[in-house]
């Protein structure tokens, strides 16, 4: 008789018979291996059994990154796979791999080699997702469910933050008294910290915060998660709450958690409310510098603090600044 196991133990049994042995020395590949599995297979199906993992479970992890961010989507895909064919050759499975590439190929678009933009939900429409997006909280608050993942992803718009970085927030890295939250920048690939961020709240981030603080917070993290490996909310319950929202970008794809980056970014640049320096400087994109914790003697922190504030009466619906002459 066979002996059944979740996705996540056959995961790290292959690991540690298989790939280890296979990896010796080199880290990289393992830490890069651990960290999809970590962000974007196991809050999916981590807890599955091998057996009762279906297609359609593969491209709820492959199919919103598949043209956007290929390479990742492939990787995950074939870890999937590859952990799929172990279960197979161990006996544990006796099922089709559904996730072998002969499969994948006939339920994704091909790729040509070039990636697509994140799908953004086009900034006109922000008060009204806004507006929905509570709505949708205040039903999960009357069911008694977890609404971190709603927080998380009103705080990412807030801020306009990467999702890593939000949802890791830890208590230790706000000073909310001065409206200060200290973001540690995460390379996406690997987790990696590789930077600090000064990010002033606007007000409507702050009353989000203050309230989440005064529930008595049981954990590091801000938006506490129900998955025991991460301890904060995941990729994958704060992209539930986006595609439950059913919102499009200008093409008709879903929109995704990135895009609320551009979104932001066409706002501030259509409404000529600052500088594109002022608002990259707002993205952190320039983290390769490692030197953002600089910005902090800048004049610009206050600047970008106004730019947030506005943006945020912006995206509750409180004011709609006049276009630019």
């Avoid at 919102?247 to 929109?255: K, L, V």
Wanted: charged share 25%; proline share 3%; hydrophobic share 40%.
């Amino acid at each position: 008789s066979r002996v059944e196991g979740t996705f996540r133990q056959v995961a790290e049994q292959y690991l540690e018979q298989v790939k280890r042995l296979e990896w010796k020395e080199s880290t990289k590949t393992e830490k890069e291996w651990l960290s999809r599995f970590n962000r974007l297979i196991f809050p999916v199906i981590g807890d599955k059994m091998v057996t009762h993992i279906t297609t359609d479970d593969v491209l709820e992890i492959v199919r919103p990154i598949w043209m956007t961010t290929h390479e990742t989507a492939d990787r995950c895909r074939f870890q999937i796979s590859a952990v799929i064919d172990y279960a197979i050759a161990m006996r544990i499975s006796d099922r089709a791999n559904p996730a072998a590439h002969r499969i994948m190929q006939n339920v994704l678009p091909p790729w040509k080699g070039q990636e697509q933009h994140w799908a953004a939900l086009p900034f006109e429409q922000l008060p009204r997702f806004w507006s929905d997006l509570c709505a949708q909280q205040a039903k999960a608050e009357k069911k008694g469910q977890s609404t971190a993942s709603h927080e998380a992803l009103k705080i990412l718009i807030l801020t306009a933050c990467r999702s890593l970085d939000v949802r890791s927030m830890k208590w230790d890295d706000l000073d909310l008294d001065r409206g200060e939250w200290n973001a540690i920048i995460n390379k996406a690939t690997t987790n990696v910290s590789v930077a600090l961020h000064k990010v002033t709240l606007p007000k409507a981030a702050h009353d989000i915060l203050s309230g989440r603080m005064q529930e008595a917070p049981t954990n590091e993290f801000v938006f506490a998660g129900l998955n025991t490996k991460t301890k904060h909310v995941t990729e994958a319950a704060v992209r539930k709450q986006l595609r439950a929202l059913g919102y499009t970008d200008a093409f008709g794809r879903p929109i995704t958690i990135h895009g609320f980056r551009s979104c932001f970014m066409d706002w501030v640049r259509v409404h000529n409310v600052e500088t594109t320096e002022v608002a990259d400087q707002q993205l952190a994109h320039t983290e390769k510098d490692t030197v953002l914790a600089a910005y902090a003697r800048s004049d610009l922190v206050a600047r970008r603090a106004t730019m947030m504030q506005k943006y945020a009466a912006y995206a509750l619906g409180l004011e709609a600044p006049a276009l630019a002459a």
